[in-house]
């Protein structure tokens, strides 16, 4: 059975950084491609970004409100993929989801979700 | 990238059969036949329920439909169960692309 479970959210101020972590069972992750997805409280899933597998390069992508401050990477020792975020802003305050792709791009697992306030 | 355009909100009774419309343009939903969407109750991680336009994954209930017509993808559930009120989301994919992006989100009401 696929788990993913997130971990590492907290309350941060702006212009701090995080990083989040998913570990993942059932599942090794450097075989598949990999998303952070957020979700604003109140409002709809937003994608941020992906990293492929390793046979793909292992290499990412992101959407533009992240580009430049967040980081997707993974650590194949310990099976978990990680979202760095760095020169955090208000309006990334959302719980981040990390999730797996199926072959036909589509996220058919899920974890639970680790919830970033960024406040002063 | 722009989010896909799906409406605020629908309803329908039990018994009912509702469409969930989802409309990109041909850069997305128009070029892909990789549209996939999501049940996400409130709370909760969302879920696949429909994959590639119009297939289920296994144990989804065969009243969850998709379609596309050009540069709008559909999702239908017929027979309406209170069980279905809840957020509904629509995701485009294209291989090769270095964008993607969900729609707004559909919230269900079932009335």
């Known amino acids: 059975e696929v788990q993913l479970v997130e971990s590492g959210g907290g309350l941060v101020e702006p212009g701090e950084s995080l990083r989040v972590s998913c570990v993942a069972s059932?599942?090794?992750?450097?075989?598949?491609?990999m998303s952070w997805v957020r979700q604003a409280p109140g409002k709809g899933l937003e994608w941020v970004g992906r990293i492929k597998n390793k046979g793909d390069g292992g290499t990412t992508v992101y959407a533009a409100p992240v580009k430049g401050r967040f980081t997707i990477s993974r650590d194949d020792s310990k099976n978990t993929l990680y979202l760095q975020m760095n020169s955090l802003e208000t309006e990334d305050t959302a719980v981040y989801y990390c999730?797996?792709?199926?072959?036909?791009?589509?996220?058919?697992?899920w974890g639970q979700g680790t919830l970033v306030t960024v406040s002063s | 990238q722009s989010a896909l355009t799906q409406p605020a909100s629908v309803s329908g009774s039990p018994g009912q059969s509702i469409t969930i419309s989802c409309t990109g343009t041909s850069s997305d939903v128009g070029g892909s036949n990789l549209v996939s969407w999501y049940q996400q109750h409130p709370g909760k991680a969302p879920k696949l329920i429909i994959y590639?336009?119009?297939r289920r994954p296994s144990g989804v209930s065969d009243r969850f439909s998709g379609s596309k017509s050009g540069n709008t993808a559909s999702l239908t559930i017929s027979g309406l169960q209170a069980e279905d009120e809840a957020d509904y989301y629509c995701?485009?994919?294209?291989?090769?692309?270095?964008?993607?992006?969900f729609g707004g989100g559909t919230k269900l009401t079932v009335l």
């Open positions: 590639e336009g119009s």
């Open positions: 995701f485009s994919y294209e291989r090769g692309s270095a964008f993607e992006v």
């Open positions: 059932g599942i090794t992750l450097k075989d598949v491609w």
């Open positions: 999730a797996k792709y199926g072959v036909s791009g589509q996220f058919d697992y």
